[in-house]
Each structure stands twice: as C-alpha cells, then as structure tokens.
C-alpha cells in the first residue's frame, strides 16, 4: 500500500491496464471521495451518487485495457462521472429544474464566453472541486495523493507558474487552519506537497 | 430557449448526435452547474461510507476484497450487521485486524486464547507394518525417505510431503498382500500431500487418507477417506481414482473435487470443481449400489444421507476456502463455526444453557489466534470463556 501511494497516476493507469488489483485500489483510495462529492451536490441523492461511484470505478476496472495510456486519469473519472449525471438528469423528468437551469443559461449566454471542455479544462476543474471540498474531505483527498503530485507537477499540468500553485495551497491552508483540529497531519501532507 | 428545447439538448447529448456547438454549450453549463453548487458535509461517517462504496465496486468488478494487508491503510470497518428474518447474522470483518477496534475485552479469557494458535501443516503417517511416523516441518532426511516420503517445499514455503513408489520387491509382496499406508491428520493439524500417481490431496484437521503403498498394477486407484479432503486427481482414463468414505463411494477419472464427511456434520458432501465425479452409496458401508449412482457437473454438490443422494448447486469458495486458509461462513449457525473452530483449535465446546441462534457470515484466516477469532464472534454479543482446551459459550 506504502509503495503505491507513492505511484503517479499515470504509473497506476498502466498498473492498471496490466490488471493489477492494488493500483485499483490505489486509484480508489485516491479519487473516490472527490469524485462522490461532485456527483452528490450534482444529483442531490446519496444512493444513486453511491451507485454512479460504483459504476465508474468498476467500469474503469473492466475496461482498463480500453484506456489510451496517456489518458489523464481524474479526467477519465471525471467524464465518466459527468456522461452519468447527465444520463440520469434526462431520466429523471420530475427533477425538471435542470431543463430550467440549461434553458437560462443558453439563453442568457454569451456566445463568445462558450469554450472547448477539453482535458486541460477538465482537470482544472478537478483542481478547483478539490478545492471546494469540505475540509475533512479534502484533508483525505490531499493525503491520499500528497506523495504523488509536487507542486511543480501541479504547475505544469494546468500550464501556470509553481509559485501560483503556491499561493493558492498558503491559500487553501489559511482558510482550511481554524476548521482542522488535527492540524499537524495536514501541515505535515503540505510539506510533503513542497 | 426553452424547456423543451433545453430537454431536447439534453437528450441529443446523451445520444451523442448532438452537434460540437450544442456539446460546447451544455459541457459549459454542467461545469457552471457543479461550480455553483457546494457538497455539504453532512456525512458523519466517511470511512464507513468509502467501504460501502468499494464493497459494492468489487462485487460489480468481480473482484474479491483483497486480504488483510492492502486493507489496514483504508482504515475502515468492515463490518457491518444486518438481519435476516428472526436470526441476527452478524457479518464478520474480512480482516481480523480491523477487530482491535471491538469494545469486548476479557482480559483473562484472551489472554490464555491468544496462546492458543490454529492448526499447523503436521500429520501422522502409519506404516503397513504398524509403524508410526510424525510429519512435521522438522521431519527431514533419512527418516522421512525410509518411510518413502520425500518432502519438499513449494515456491510459497508450503511442505509438500510426497510419497514415493514403493521399491520393486515391496510391490510383488503386495500384489499378494496389498499393503496400505495410513495418513492422518488430529485435531488442529492439516497437510497436503502427492500421491505416487502424481494426484494432490490436501487433508483438513481430523481426517485420514488410507492409500496403497503403490498403485502399479492395479485396476483402480482406490483410496479411503474420513473426515474432509480435496483433491485434484491426476489424468489416468485407465486406471479411474475411487475415493470411499463411509456410506459413499466417489469414482473419478481426472478432476478437481471436495469431499466433506465428518461424521458430525450429518452425510458425506462432494463438491465438484472441474471434471466429472461418479457418486454411488454404499450398502451395509461396503457395496456399491450403482443403480443408485449420480453423475457431478462441475459446480454441483451432492448431499448424500443414507441411501440416497440428493444435488445442490454448490457455493465453490465456500467448499474449498479451508485449503486456502479461510473460514467461510454464509449464514453459518453458531454450532457449525464452533464445530469448525474446534477441529482447528483442538477445543471442547460446552454450551451453558441453550445454544445461541445467532447465524454469522464472512470470512476468517484460519491463521487467526484463538483469541482474535473469539473477539470476532463476540462481536454477535455472545461471550466466550476459555478454560484450558474447553471453551465455555454463553
């Protein structure tokens, strides 16, 4: 377990691929918690976010061979997690406030604001629901992956300099402060981030 | 745009024949959507709520949770209990580990039970001619190779004592003969074993293996069991492998199987892995009665009781999990965990008063101490006292 929180993603992804059931667990460990809080808030309901979870992780154990290894792994999740949200908002028509919130904003929006989703947004976006996590979460979420992702490479994945990275963990770790009572562990991930 | 419309958007999406323009417009309004909304924390239990999560996750991946060690880190209880019809069935934790976390504590009662280990990979070999050898790890050399056992270790660090083909001279005499050589496991003792044929037997904890001392120049390879074994027989159409227990006799041509015949546990049980197995009962204990006889698919069980057997669909790991060093339980009653438990341990279990009803489900590495076992069990309220080998249930 040691060995394999201390792989990247993409060494679990080809871990993975060769079917091996640690990296798998691995991968859970890291990512279910971030991606169960996007699907919660998004469908509102505890069992079917804890349904969408199952699926996606068991999907990617299936059908690991299917990814390109080069894929960026939260990414994947992450899609994975959205095309079923959005699947499960079409079946469900009583929840029709979703039909009101798409109408709204595409009527209200302006063309121009409309950009690609591509994978390096993706993972922005990831950056930022980590960011959103409640603290307790997010202090299992940055453990899980403290060994695995320096700032540096933080940096380079979303194309900013390290010194942003940074400021925004000072940043994350002043708003975080007076709500962790066990601070030491954090402090300690944070080090580790250095 | 409205409702309609925007339902309409929806919908192409999901069918992917939405157009790059519609993909842009409603990827940018989910990202908008999930950035505006907040994930409020009003889970009091996340590590519980993970193990869920990942429980179900294994079982749609078809995986099997992992063993212990890969789970200490997740740090999580696994266990939970739930309640089928009147019986409480506690499901045990699938590492024994996480136990330390049970509030039970009996400081006396665990501490001699901690003492107390399962079995060990041992047995006694009894000669045609009366002699009695034990094998055990430290049984190496000389002894072990005038016995005609040959002991080996396998790449995992497993014993594997084989036995060889009896001398040339041996062989003649017991054409006139037959000489049979006895392998017996006691209480809290197990032990695998190759047969000259190349067939692999594993012996659970009391049971024995009666077997020629060669099986040259014979019709069929004809061995006795009591008590429980699997065995993964060897290829030999002309010489089919017949295993008599007994009220039943299993004829076998090449295959994976479990046969379960404590004498406690009511009549003999034949699981079937791979191959085909014949099972015919025995009259008075000795004749075949073939008009009577079944034939196994593989992933069959048959139940035979008296004169007559009857076949189930068989839960495989169930059957064969004690030679992967597993207790298994699916709603197993107390008295079968403890019967089990007691072969294993070397215990004597007296009941104070009524048996409990409560049925247990899970697994347990059958390298637990004693004492960790009992912590699982009591977490099903029911207390256990060890005193020497007896252990008192109440």
Not at chain 2, 151 to 164: F, S, V
Request: some cysteine; hydrophobic content about 35%.
């Amino acid at each position: 377990m040691g060995r394999y929180s201390k792989y990247s993603d993409k060494e679990l992804t080809d871990l993975l691929k060769s079917g091996d059931q640690p990296a798998f667990t691995e991968i859970y460990n890291r990512y279910w918690s971030v991606m169960y809080a996007h699907v919660y808030k998004m469908l509102r309901d505890r069992e079917e976010a804890k349904d969408v979870i199952q699926e996606i992780f068991s999907k990617l154990w299936l059908k690991a061979t299917e990814i390109r290894s080069n894929q960026n792994l939260a990414g994947f999740l992450y899609v994975a997690a959205r095309n079923r949200v959005l699947n499960l908002m079409e079946q469900n028509r009583v929840r029709n406030d979703y039909v009101k919130s798409i109408a709204s904003f595409v009527s209200e929006i302006d063309p121009s604001a409309i950009d690609h989703v591509d994978e390096k947004k993706i993972i922005q976006i990831i950056e930022q629901e980590i960011l959103n996590l409640p603290p307790k979460m997010r202090e299992i979420f940055e453990m899980s992956r403290k060994e695995n992702l320096s700032h540096k490479e933080i940096a380079e994945k979303l194309n900013i300099s390290d010194q942003t990275v940074k400021k925004q963990v000072q940043n994350a770790l002043k708003i975080i402060r007076p709500k962790i009572s066990n601070l030491s562990v954090f402090i300690f991930a944070l080090i580790i981030l250095k | 745009m409205n409702h309609k419309e925007a339902a309409l958007l929806l919908e192409k999406y999901n069918k992917r024949t939405a157009t790059d323009e519609e993909i842009r417009l409603l990827e940018n309004w989910y990202n908008r959507e999930s950035m505006s909304r907040r994930f409020t924390d009003d889970e009091t239990d996340l590590d519980r709520l993970k193990e869920e999560i990942w429980e179900g996750t294994l079982k749609r991946s078809n995986l099997e949770p992992p063993p212990c060690k890969s789970k200490i880190k997740s740090s999580a209880l696994k266990l939970w209990s739930y309640s089928i019809s009147a019986a409480a069935v506690i499901v045990l934790c699938l590492c024994i580990l996480f136990v330390q976390r049970s509030k039970h504590r009996f400081a006396v009662t665990m501490e001699m039970a901690n003492r107390i280990s399962g079995g060990s990979n041992r047995a006694t070999l009894t000669l045609a001619n009366g002699r009695k050898i034990v094998l055990s790890d430290a049984v190496k050399g000389k002894l072990a190779e005038e016995a005609g056992v040959n002991i080996t270790k396998t790449a995992d660090g497993q014993l594997i004592y084989e036995i060889k083909e009896a001398s040339e001279g041996k062989s003649e005499d017991s054409e006139i003969t037959p000489a049979f050589n006895i392998i017996s496991t006691a209480r809290g003792e197990e032990y695998q074993v190759v047969l000259p044929d190349g067939s692999k037997i594993w012996l659970n904890a009391e049971s024995s293996l009666k077997y020629p001392t060669s099986f040259k120049s014979k019709a069929d390879r004809k061995v006795e069991l009591t008590g429980e074994a699997y065995f993964e027989i060897a290829k030999d159409k002309a010489h089919p492998f017949k295993v008599k227990t007994k009220d039943q006799e299993v004829e076998v041509l090449g295959t994976h199987f479990n046969i379960n015949s404590y004498v406690e546990n009511g009549g003999a049980k034949t699981t079937l892995l791979e191959g085909s197995v014949k099972i015919s009962p025995l009259g008075n204990g000795q004749h075949v009665l073939s008009e009577r006889s079944i034939l196994l698919q593989p992933g069959e069980q048959s139940v035979q009781q008296g004169g007559s057997i009857n076949v189930v669909q068989a839960n495989l790991e169930q059957a064969v999990s004690w030679k992967d060093g597993w207790f298994y339980y699916k709603s197993t009653s107390l008295e079968n965990v403890l019967r089990e438990a007691a072969r294993w341990y070397n215990l004597e279990v007296v009941y104070q008063g009524h048996i409990p009803a409560d049925r247990f489900t899970g697994k347990v590495p059958r390298n637990a101490s004693l004492g960790k076992f009992i912590k699982v069990l009591e977490l099903s309220d029911i207390k256990f006292r060890i005193e020497g080998r007896k252990m008192l249930v109440n």
